[in-house]
Nanobody
C-alpha cells in the first residue's frame, strides 16, 4: 500500500504560476515512477508529467516548456511547478505512482485525493 498526499492547488489568473506537492508514504520502494495526471470536467484523466526515481522525465505536449516536475527522493516528494498557466489547464490534478512508466493514466497503481487547479481568464 502507498499513500499519497497532495497540496498546492488553488485559483490563479492566466499567466500565473502554482506549485503542487505530493508526498508518498508506505511501500514506496516498490514503485519506480511518480507523476501527475489531471482530469477536467467531463474529460478523461490524462498524464501531465512523470518522473522516475532515476530522474527520467516525461511531459505531455500540452505542458512542455511550462510545467516542470522534480523530486526530493529523501522526502519521497514530487513537485509540479506550473508556469504560464492557461484556462485550459483547469482540472483536478492527481498524484500517482506506478511500477512502470506509462503515458496511460489507468496504468498507475495508487492515486492521491486530487487537488483543484482553476485558472481564470
Amino acid at each position: 500500500q502507498v499513500q499519497l498526499e497532495e497540496s498546492g492547488g488553488g485559483l490563479v489568473q492566466a499567466g500565473g504560476s502554482l506549485r503542487l506537492s505530493c508526498t508518498a508514504s508506505g511501500r514506496t520502494l516498490t514503485y519506480s515512477v511518480m507523476g501527475w495526471c489531471r482530469q477536467a470536467l467531463g474529460k478523461e484523466r490524462d498524464i501531465v508529467a512523470t518522473i522516475s526515481w532515476s530522474g527520467g522525465t516525461y511531459y505531455a505536449d500540452s505542458v512542455k516548456g511550462r510545467f516542470t516536475i522534480s523530486r526530493d527522493s529523501a522526502k519521497s516528494t514530487v513537485y509540479l511547478r506550473m508556469n504560464s498557466l492557461k484556462p485550459e489547464d483547469t482540472a483536478v490534478y492527481y498524484c500517482a505512482v506506478g511500477k512502470y512508466f506509462s503515458t496511460t493514466a489507468r496504468d498507475y497503481d495508487y492515486w492521491g485525493q486530487g487537488t483543484q487547479v482553476t485558472v481564470s481568464s
